[in-house]
């Protein structure tokens, strides 16, 4: 079974820096896109950034040039770097994967969510 496993949440004050991190573990033959999604209280659950396995990356608007994203593929880990954090980049963080399983199925994958609370 494949599984993802967050780290790097907690409280930090705006303009603060901060650095999830995600492992995925499990019957893993390949690894494809990975990403991180948010969702704040009373929100949908929205796209952060995204890695392909190429190394191609995306942004949402709200997080451009402040945060980054990263892969370790040997690792099967990916990362995100994020800085001059603000108020309204309070939210639960979620890492994403589509892999390719030992039972040679794609699958999405997600983590149990960490939080992230910017506060003074």
């Known amino acids: 079974q494949v599984q993802l496993v967050e780290s790097g949440g907690g409280l930090v004050q705006p303009g603060g820096s901060l650095k999830l991190s995600c492992a995925a573990s499990?019957?893993?033959?390949?690894?494809?896109?990975m990403g991180w999604y948010r969702q704040a209280p009373g929100m949908q659950r929205e796209l952060v950034a995204s890695i392909a396995s190429g190394g191609k990356t995306n942004y949402s608007d709200p997080v451009k040039g402040r945060f980054t994203i990263s892969r370790d593929a040997a690792k099967k880990m990916v990362s995100l770097q994020m800085n001059s954090l603000k108020p309204e980049d309070t939210a639960v963080y979620y890492c994403n994967a589509y892999v390719l399983s030992t039972e040679f199925k794609n699958i999405e994958v997600w983590g149990q969510g960490t939080l992230v609370t910017v506060s003074s």
């Open positions: 499990g019957g893993i033959l390949n690894m494809n896109s």
